[in-house]
T-cell receptor
Framework: GESVGLHLPTLSVQEGDNSIINCAYS??????FIWYKQESGKGPQFIIDIRSNMDKRQGQRVTVLLNKTVKHLSLQIAATQPGDSAVYFCAESGQNNNDMRFGAGTRLTVKP | DAGVIQSPRHEVTEMGQEVTLRCKPI?????LFWYRQTMMRGLELLIY????????DSGMPEDRFSAKMPNASFSTLKIQPSEPRDSAVYFC?????????????FGQGTRLTVV
């Protein structure tokens, strides 16, 4: 069936560097994409979202890029901090659809 | 608002016993989701409700799993009988908008261990 998946299961970066976390999706009907951050022992927490009519969206220190041609989504974190260490999930859903499906997750570790 | 509230936070039960997980969504939210998280399968959507009505339960693994939402402020996920392979963290999430996609707000989860 259609699914959301991740290229890299783990990512280790130096504090202050930029991080890029990637996600591939297979459902061309996906209309809405979200990045979540999950810290140990907690539920996923919303970071940033993007709709399919956009290619890029920026938040505070985070940018999400959407390439619909190759069905690829990425999360860029600028000046990564130790507090950014967590598992990051991409999630997608279809148009007018609350059926939100998650990818496998990428563990980001920030080295001091 | 206190956010999505789940109880219990931890549950240890013996195989064959009934387990009931509880969720209180954020007041005013129209949609409620139940997810299961394991190392092997990640975050799986089990079922979701819109305005207290189950919309899609295709993610519910078997008939041993059932979910209800008797009113806008309460939902339960029941496993009967429970099995060791049901051990996982179960998350409840809610979102405020019915038709337009928006982010879901997650509870802290219930860690279920079936021995």
């Amino acid at each position: 069936g259609e699914s959301v998946g991740l290229h890299l299961p783990t990512l280790s970066v130096q504090e202050g560097d930029n991080s890029i976390i990637n996600c591939a999706y297979s459902n061309s009907a996906s209309d809405y994409f979200i990045w979540y951050k999950q810290e140990s022992g907690k539920g996923p927490q919303f970071i940033i979202d993007i709709r399919s009519n956009m290619d890029k969206r920026q938040g505070q220190r985070v940018t999400v890029l959407l390439n619909k041609t190759v069905k690829h989504l990425s999360l860029q974190i600028a000046a990564t901090q130790p507090g950014d260490s967590a598992v990051y999930f991409c999630a997608e859903s279809g148009q007018n659809n609350n059926d939100m499906r998650f990818g496998a997750g990428t563990r980001l570790t920030v080295k001091p | 608002d206190a956010g999505v509230i789940q109880s219990p936070r931890h549950e240890v039960t013996e195989m064959g016993q009934e387990v009931t997980l509880r969720c209180k969504p954020i007041s005013g939210h129209n949609s409620l989701f139940w997810y299961r998280q394991t190392m092997m399968r990640g975050l799986e959507l089990l079922i979701y409700f819109n305005n207290n009505v189950p919309i899609d339960d295709s993610g519910m693994p078997e008939d041993r799993f059932s979910a209800k939402m008797p009113n806008a402020s309460f939902s339960t996920l029941k496993i009967q009988p429970s099995e060791p392979r049901d051990s996982a963290v179960y998350f409840c999430a809610s979102s405020p908008v019915l038709q337009m996609n928006t982010e879901a707000f997650f509870g802290q989860g219930t860690r279920l261990t079936v021995v």
